[in-house]
């Protein structure tokens, strides 16, 4: 959709055809900045239709024979509100009417319904999160990083201000070499226990992430929980790469939630 004071807007395309009406039509969509086709394209709608061709009109087609039925769709609107749009396409091809799932699901996005908390009048989801249980020590290690930033000693710039004493002497630290930026804490909690190792590091590579799996597997040992049986994690890229898969084992599952909804940590 286009401004109202856009080049070829209405009032635009009025004003190029009042001006077509005593210039010939090639000088005038010069001055316009505008093809000699475009300009002769709306003097010629507007002779058609007058005003209302100097408007954009819709692209939708006029008929359209495979659109989904009305009755289709208020079938979709009704079982939206207890199933998933894979479930409503299985039904559907149940009852013999065949529609793309894709085509199931664009129905509820413009009805409103796509969403579950769009479903609920208070919304709320009606989704349960998931539960991951361990019911022995090791059985499951939940693994994540959580990026934190280096904050110097009394706060930062937004505390004291970027004139102050402290945050020069901060600037010039850096310009030392000092560090600065974001720290990551690598933590592993064992589910049954709840025994958790972190370790402060400077990234969160997949080399990083392997090695801080290796000595979680050291201090777990150290404290009787002498095997892995299933890690869990994010899909987060340090957890998919082959690195990290080498010192999981194959003696451990490797689980890639990718949501805490659905990983239930």
Same mark, same amino acid.
């Given at each position: 959709?286009v401004?109202?004071?856009?080049?070829m807007?209405?009032?635009?395309?009025?004003?190029?055809?009042?001006?077509?009406?005593?210039?010939?039509?090639?000088?005038?969509?010069?001055?316009?900045?505008?093809s000699?086709?475009?300009?002769?394209?709306?003097?010629?709608?507007?002779?058609?239709?007058?005003?209302?061709?100097?408007?954009?009109?819709?692209?939708?087609?006029?008929?359209?024979p495979?659109?989904?039925?009305?009755?289709?769709?208020?079938?979709?609107?009704?079982?939206?509100?207890?199933?998933?749009?894979?479930?409503?396409?299985?039904?559907?091809?149940?009852?013999?009417?065949?529609?793309?799932?894709r085509?199931?699901?664009r129905?509820?996005?413009?009805?409103?319904l796509?969403?579950?908390?769009?479903?609920?009048?208070?919304?709320?989801?009606?989704?349960?999160?998931?539960?991951?249980?361990?019911?022995?020590?090791?059985?499951?290690?939940?693994?994540?990083?959580?990026?934190?930033?280096?904050?110097?000693?009394?706060?930062?710039c937004?505390?004291?201000? /970027?004139?102050? !004493?402290?945050? @020069?002497?901060v600037? *010039?630290a850096?310009?030392?070499?000092? +560090? %600065?930026?974001? =720290?990551?804490l690598?933590?592993?909690?064992?589910?049954?226990?709840?025994?958790a190792?972190?370790?402060?590091?400077?990234?969160?590579?997949?080399?990083?992430?392997?090695?801080?799996?290796?000595?979680?597997?050291?201090?777990?040992a150290?404290?009787?929980?002498?095997?892995?049986?299933?890690?869990?994690?994010?899909n987060?890229t340090?957890? /998919?790469?082959? !690195?990290?898969? @080498?010192?999981?084992? *194959?003696?451990?599952?490797?689980?890639? +939630? %990718?949501?805490? =909804?659905?990983?239930?940590?």
């Amino acid at each position: 959709m286009v401004h109202r004071n856009a080049s070829m807007s209405a009032e635009g395309c009025r004003r190029l055809v009042e001006r077509c009406e005593n210039r010939p039509i090639s000088h005038v969509a010069a001055e316009m900045g505008i093809s000699r086709a475009c300009a002769s394209t709306w003097v010629n709608h507007y002779l058609r239709h007058g005003a209302t061709g100097l408007h954009e009109r819709s692209s939708v087609p006029h008929r359209s024979p495979r659109a989904t039925s009305g009755a289709t769709v208020a079938t979709i609107d009704a079982w939206r509100r207890k199933w998933s749009a894979a479930r409503i396409t299985a039904e559907l091809a149940h009852c013999g009417t065949m529609l793309d799932r894709r085509t199931v699901t664009r129905h509820p996005a413009r009805l409103g319904l796509a969403r579950r908390r769009f479903i609920d009048p208070a919304g709320a989801s009606n989704r349960a999160p998931g539960r991951i249980t361990a019911h022995w020590p090791g059985h499951m290690v939940h693994l994540d990083v959580k990026k934190v930033a280096r904050i110097p000693d009394g706060g930062g710039c937004r505390m004291r201000g /970027r004139d102050s !004493v402290q945050t @020069r002497a901060v600037d *010039r630290a850096k310009s030392a070499g000092a +560090a %600065g930026g974001y =720290l990551y804490l690598h933590s592993a909690v064992d589910g049954f226990s709840r025994l958790a190792y972190t370790e402060a590091l400077g990234d969160e590579k997949g080399a990083t992430a392997a090695a801080f799996l290796a000595r979680a597997k050291v201090f777990f040992a150290a404290h009787g929980i002498t095997h892995l049986y299933r890690v869990v994690t994010d899909n987060g890229t340090c957890y /998919r790469l082959a !690195v990290f898969s @080498r010192i999981v084992g *194959r003696r451990t599952k490797h689980r890639r +939630a %990718g949501r805490n =909804l659905a990983s239930g940590r």
